[in-house]
T-cell receptor, first 114, second 115 residues
Framework: AQSVTQLDSQVPVFEEAPVELRCNYS??????LFWYVQYPNQGLQLLLK??????LVKGINGFEAEFNKSQTSFHLRKPSVHISDTAEYFC????????????FGSGTQLTVLP | DTGVSQDPRHKITKRGQNVTFRCDPISEHNRLYWYRQTLGQGPEFLTY????????KSRLLSDRFSAERPKGSFSTLEIQRTEQGDSAMYLC?????????????FGQGTRLTVV
């Protein structure tokens, strides 16, 4: 079975500052990795995904993430945040090659302060 | 492509009543998933379909829950004899199995409140 740990439940940051949201996973098999964003009372929107290949993945809205197999991490970063980035961010994994269900972390609330 | 659509967006029901939610996936997607999300938590997998076949069910899906996907198109999730612990956001997602790998597209969810 897979599991995902998001180490920070809340991350406050000032506008235009950089941010990193941490994600670690546990799995005995190869996995795909995802970051989703959720705005209040909305569904989830995919920010980026790692399937294979380059370990640095670029996504929408200026976000990027780096897959580190040895540390089983997939941290999300943005060099300069905006007020509109305030939302809940979820890291998720699924078993490679299966396109089966996602296992989510408990989420990180990013609050961008003016 | 209108995205994944869920209906209703909000549902308030009395304990013991039955409720049914509907999900319309993206039309060419062959996989459909149901997740449940409680306050402050990430979504938890409930079940998924490939076309009309229900291939996997989570242990979270008690006997009071049933899901269907007739003809491999829309899906319904029914909860019988609702309990207060069923209060949650129910999310539907769909995906297309392809060489590019999975990418699940989520609907906006149905928020259930059991009073």
């Amino acid at each position: 079975a897979q599991s995902v740990t998001q180490l920070d439940s809340q991350v406050p940051v000032f506008e235009e500052a950089p941010v990193e949201l941490r994600c670690n996973y546990s799995s005995s098999v190869s996995v795909y990795l995802f970051w989703y964003v959720q705005y209040p009372n909305q569904g989830l929107q995919l920010l980026l995904k790692y399937l294979s290949g380059s370990t640095l993945v670029k996504g929408i809205n200026g976000f990027e993430a780096e897959f580190n197999k040895s540390q089983t991490s997939f941290h999300l970063r943005k060099p300069s945040v905006h007020i509109s980035d305030t939302a809940e961010y979820f890291c998720a994994v699924s078993v490679s090659g299966s396109a089966r269900q996602l296992t989510f972390g408990s989420g990180t609330q990013l609050t961008v302060l003016p | 492509d209108t995205g994944v659509s869920q209906d209703p967006r909000h549902k308030i029901t009395k304990r013991g009543q039955n409720v049914t939610f509907r999900c319309d996936p993206i039309s060419e997607h062959n996989r459909l998933y149901w997740y449940r999300q409680t306050l402050g938590q990430g979504p938890e997998f409930l079940t998924y379909f490939q076309n009309e076949a229900q291939l996997e069910k989570s242990r979270l899906l008690s006997d009071r829950f049933s899901a269907e996907r007739p003809k491999g198109s829309f899906s319904t999730l029914e909860i019988q004899r609702t309990e207060q612990g069923d209060s949650a956001m129910y999310l539907c997602a769909s995906s297309l199995v392809s060489r590019e790998g999975p990418e699940a597209f989520f609907g906006q969810g149905t928020r259930l409140t059991v009073v």
